[in-house]
C-alpha cells in the first residue's frame, strides 16, 4: 500500500459552482483554470467546466493541451504572451492573448494571421494594464492592425473582496471604456457575487468555481459553493504524552496535561503549509481537532485527546469534505487559493 495522502477532486462540485455563477448573471463564463487549475488538474477541470463559453490561463503549452483535447472555446492568456514565437503559436491555434504593455503590441507583428486580443486597463491595481490616458491611442493603434480581430476591454479590481469595494475603479473603466462599441471584462469571483454592475460581457470567476469563499466574512456554503477538493490523510502513529512532553522541531508545543497525539501522513512536501500553528483545524474520523507542533516535511501531528476511538488507520481530512478549507487557511495566515495551489505532485489526485 501506499502512503495514505490523497486529493479527492469531485467534479460535480465542479459543475455545481458554475451553476452558481449562472444564476448570478447571464454574462459568458471565462473560467479561470491558471494554476492547474487552482491545483485540482488541468484537463479535468476543464472536463468538468466544458460548458464554460471561455478558458482562462497564463502558461501557453497549458491552452495547447486544451486545444489538443478538443475544446473550441476562447482561450484567454491572462499575462498575454510572451516573445514572438508564442504570439506566433497563439494566432496559428486561435487562443485569445491579453495585451497589458506596449512591448507586447510590437509582437502583435510576428502573427500570420489575425487574433482576438483583450486590452488590459489599469484601473488602480497597479499590476498589468495600460493607464486610462493610453488606451485612446492604443486602441487607435490596434483598431489599424492586420493582425488584431476583435478586441475586448479588461481590467482587475484590487478590492473586489474587500469593504473598498469597486465604485472608483469601476467609474473610471466605464469612463475609458465608454466611446468604444467593445465587449467588457471586469469581475473576478468577489466582483461578480457581490457588484452585478460588474457583470459586463464577460465574467472571470476562479476560486469560487472550486467552491471557496473569497470572502473573509462569507462561507462557501452561505454562497452556495460546494468544495471540490478534498485533501486526506491518515494517521500512522499515536504517541502517548505526560505533562511536559514537547512536540516535534523545535519544541513548538508543550503538554500542559496528559493527552495522546496522532501523527498523519501529510507534510510540507505535500502542500500542507509549515506556518500552520498549533490549533491549525483539523477532522479525524469526521471530528473536529487541531494540529499541533511544527508541520515537517512528511508528517504532521493532531491532538487526539478528545477523540479516543482514533487510532492508526483513522482518517484525517485536512480540508475540503467537513472542514472549510477557509478556516485552515485563516488559521494559518493565509488564502485558500495558496493552499489549492501549493498541492505537490507527490499527492495522487483521484476523481
Ligand atoms: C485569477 C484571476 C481571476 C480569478 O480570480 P478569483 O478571485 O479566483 O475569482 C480573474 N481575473 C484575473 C485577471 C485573474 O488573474
Known sequence: MSRPIQAHID????????????????????????????????????????????????????????REAGYRQTI????????????????????????????QIELLDACPRALDVWLKINTGMNRLGF???????????????????????MTHFA???????????????????APYRLPRSLGNSAALLRYSQTHGDWVRPGIMLYGASPFADTSAKQLGLRPA?????????????????????????????????????????????????NGTPVSVDGQSTSTLGRVSMDMLYVDLTAIPDADVGSKVVLWGEGLPIEQVANAAGTI?????????????VRY
Not at 465542479?14 to 448570478?24: A, D, I, P
Not at 478534498?230 to 494517521?235: C, Y
Open 11 to 66: 467534479p460535480s462540485a465542479l459543475e455545481h459552482n458554475l451553476q452558481m455563477v449562472r444564476r448570478v448573471t447571464a454574462a459568458r463564463v471565462m473560467a479561470v483554470i491558471k494554476a492547474n487549475g487552482y491545483g485540482h488538474g488541468l484537463l479535468r477541470v476543464a472536463e468538468a467546466l466544458s460548458a464554460a463559453e471561455g478558458f482562462a490561463l497564463l502558461d501557453i503549452q497549458d491552452a495547447l493541451r486544451l
Open 76 to 103: 484567454l492568456l491572462l499575462e498575454g504572451v510572451f516573445d514572438a514565437d508564442d504570439m506566433v503559436l497563439a494566432a496559428q491555434h486561435d487562443l485569445t492573448c491579453v495585451l497589458h504593455s506596449a512591448w
Open 131 to 153: 493607464a486610462p490616458q493610453q488606451v485612446a491611442q492604443v486602441m487607435e493603434r490596434l483598431r489599424r492592425h492586420r493582425a488584431v480581430r476583435d478586441i475586448t476591454l
Open 159 to 177: 478590492n473586489a473582496d474587500e469593504a473598498r469595494g469597486v465604485a472608483d475603479p469601476l467609474a473610471l473603466f466605464n469612463a475609458v471604456a
Open 229 to 277: 477538493m478534498t485533501l486526506s490523510s491518515r494517521i500512522i502513529a499515536t504517541q502517548q504524552l505526560r505533562a511536559g512532553d514537547e512536540v516535534g522541531y523545535g519544541a513548538l508545543f508543550r503538554a500542559g496535561h496528559d493527552m495522546r497525539i496522532g501523527i498523519v501522513a501529510c507534510g510540507y512536501a505535500d502542500g500542507y503549509p509549515r506556518h500552520a500553528p
Open 336 to 348: 485558500s487559493y495558496e493552499l489549492m495551489c501549493a498541492l505537490t505532485a507527490r499527492v495522487p
